[in-house]
């Protein structure tokens, strides 16, 4: 079942190598969770990205006007990132069938997102040696099959670069664990701006928000956001959230970001929510997964 957590670990499957995250741990009730002020929340991620502190002063030697440079070129145009969410319905396509010769990793490479979120992945690593990634992507083995990876030659982790929380736990009767967050803060090397990446697996059962409720599980998700973002920050949340458009837990979310882009897996599960402009989006098919996986453009 696409919606949940991996059922069986992949035979002889390679141990995570690549940036492993430490797994959480599995409280059996979660702290109620403060409210963030929406309007505190959208006027951090517009404000203007902190500038690097100016340079020492140097010397200086006045210059005849033929010499003096020429006026400074037009700013550059918008970045543009391509995102991508995928559940890889780990069980099956890597327990079952092996990989199935690659089905889910020639639509990774085919797309070559900036960035990426896949769910129900138990080893990232398995994931970029398959499709021939390794030398294109820095990868991060998240907790709960959760997993990220980004183009090493364009992206860099900033100083507090990553990090995960526990944000909900399923519901006893279709029980499977809790759930988590795992975020990125990315800069790119050569415009210098920010993205704030984060990749969710939501709470079962479906349109519950787990045990805690909908309301809880989004205020939990937009603390971590909030606490971890700097002003500027373009964020762009992706995930199988296990929950609906409509749901309590989409509508919550949607009070803090647009949310840009939905699937149509089990009527709509997996989202991209971001405040940046969306300038396409894809979907790339399944792949062997029960879950299409889904691009997105933003313009950062």
């Known amino acids: 079942m696409g919606c949940s957590m991996s059922k069986k670990a992949a035979a002889g499957a390679i141990q995570p190598t690549i940036m492993p995250q430490a797994a959480p741990a599995q409280p059996n009730v979660l702290a109620k969770p403060e409210p963030v002020n929406a309007a505190e929340f959208k006027e951090k991620l517009a404000a203007p990205a902190p500038q690097p502190a100016a340079a020492p002063a140097q010397a200086t030697v006045a210059l005849p006007a033929a010499a003096l440079p020429a006026a400074a070129s037009a700013p550059a145009a918008p970045l543009q990132v391509k995102a991508l969410t995928y559940n890889l319905q780990w069980w099956s396509l890597y327990g079952e069938r092996k990989g199935n010769d690659g089905s889910a990793t020639t639509i990774i490479e085919a797309a070559m997102p ?17 499709g021939g990634l390794t030398a294109h992507y820095t990868a991060v083995q998240g907790p709960h099959a959760l997993a990220a990876a980004f183009k090493t030659a364009t992206w ?9 929380e526990v944000v909900a736990m399923d519901e006893a009767e279709q029980f499977f664990s ?19 990446f984060l990749n969710h697996h939501g709470p079962l059962r479906i349109n519950s928000g787990g045990r805690h409720g909908g309301p809880a599980t989004a205020e939990k998700i937009v603390q971590v956001i ?8 373009g964020v762009i949340m992706v995930g199988t959230f296990n929950a609906q458009v409509g749901s309590q837990t989409v509508r919550a979310l949607e009070g803090y970001l647009p949310r840009t882009h939905t699937g149509i897996a ?8 971001s405040q940046l402009e969306m300038i396409g989006a894809e979907n790339l098919g399944r792949g062997g997964s029960d879950h299409d996986a889904l691009l997105a453009t933003f313009v950062v």
Request: proline content about 2%.
């Open 114 to 130: 900036d960035v990426m979120g896949l769910q129900e992945c138990e080893d990232v690593s398995k994931v970029m040696i398959e």
């Open 156 to 164: 860099e982790l900033a100083a507090v670069g990553e990090g995960h």
């Open 178 to 196: 809790s759930r988590s967050v795992m975020w990125l803060r990315l800069v790119h090397k050569e415009s210098k701006k920010a993205v704030f």
């Open 226 to 233: 909030h606490s971890n973002t700097q002003p500027g920050d």
């Open 266 to 273: 089990n009527d709509g599960i997996d989202h991209f929510f």
